[in-house]
């Protein structure tokens, strides 16, 4: 069973910038599409940004040009480098396929941002 491990969460103020690191447990060249969604307080979850096998990346209106989402396929490790940090970008961030999730979720890792 694959496993996903969120990291890099943290504290921050507007304006200011985080990496979220993903670990999967299996192969991610073997399991294709990855994305990072989120879920904010009393909001659903939904994907920010997905990067396929090839490094085709796709973004939510919401963060297009502020987050950057990669991988790399050797090390099983998918990040989201996040700039420009605004306060409706607090949330729980998780990592899983894309467009649609398949993994059973990880924990996530919280993204706190203070105005």
């Known amino acids: 069973q694959v496993q996903l491990v969120e990291s890099g969460g943290g504290l921050v103020q507007a304006g200011g910038s985080l990496t979220l690191s993903c670990a999967v447990s299996g192969s991610i060249f073997s399991i294709g599409a990855m994305g990072w969604y989120r879920r904010a307080p009393g909001k659903q979850r939904e994907l920010v940004a997905s990067?396929?096998?090839?490094?085709?990346?796709n973004y939510a209106d919401s963060v297009k040009g502020r987050f950057t989402i990669s991988r790399d396929n050797a090390k099983n490790t998918v990040y989201l480098q996040m700039s420009s940090l605004k306060p409706e970008d607090t949330a729980v961030y998780y990592c899983?396929?894309?467009?649609?999730?398949?993994?059973?979720w990880g924990q996530g890792t919280q993204v706190t941002v203070s105005s």
């Open positions: 899983n396929t894309a467009p649609r999730s398949y993994y059973y």
């Open positions: 990067i396929t096998l090839g490094g085709n990346t």
